[in-house]
């Protein structure tokens, strides 16, 4: 079964921690986790998010998907379309990354499987987070014919 990972790459703050974006997030990602298991994965770099996957023990190397505004557009249909092929393909590992605030440097763009935008605009980084913790579960909802993205 695969797992899904919320990766940040942000310095920890202890404010970012409990504040409402965080929670709401948290709690996109614990409905998600009733589809699959996901959890959200802090770093304090992009080195340390590409050590981190380095260090992953499985038998294929975790499918990698940044977040960049240069990435491509897709629909809620067609990100859900994109998961559950990685989940039906036997993917262990699926990482979506937001990325450092200076960018992803071209050797993470390299391990990615996909580059992935919200659209041109640069959203605070707590809010990337919430709309990619909801786009988790919106998918996650798609595949499984739940009715929760029927209402738009």
């Not at 979506?96 to 440097?105: E, K, Q």
Request: hydrophobic fraction near 45%; glycine fraction near 6%; charged fraction near 15%.
């Amino acid at each position: 079964m695969v797992k899904l990972y919320l990766a940040a790459i942000a310095p920890t703050h202890s404010r970012a921690k409990s504040s409402p974006t965080a929670a709401l997030a948290a709690d996109y990602l614990a409905r998600a986790a009733h589809y699959l298991s996901c959890q959200s994965q802090p770093h304090r770099s992009e080195a340390a998010l590409l050590d981190w996957l380095d260090r992953q023990s499985a038998r294929s190397a975790p499918v990698l998907i940044l977040l960049d505004s240069r990435g491509k557009q897709l629909s809620s249909e067609d990100f859900a379309a994109h998961l559950g092929r990685l989940r039906d393909s036997g993917a262990q590992s699926v990482v979506l990354a937001i990325g450092p605030h200076d960018g992803w440097s071209a050797a993470a763009r390299a391990r990615a499987a996909l580059t992935l935008s919200f659209g041109a605009i640069t959203l605070p980084h707590e809010l990337a987070r919430v709309v990619l913790a909801e786009q988790i579960y919106r998918a996650l909802t798609i595949l499984a014919g739940h009715p929760y993205h029927s209402g738009h």
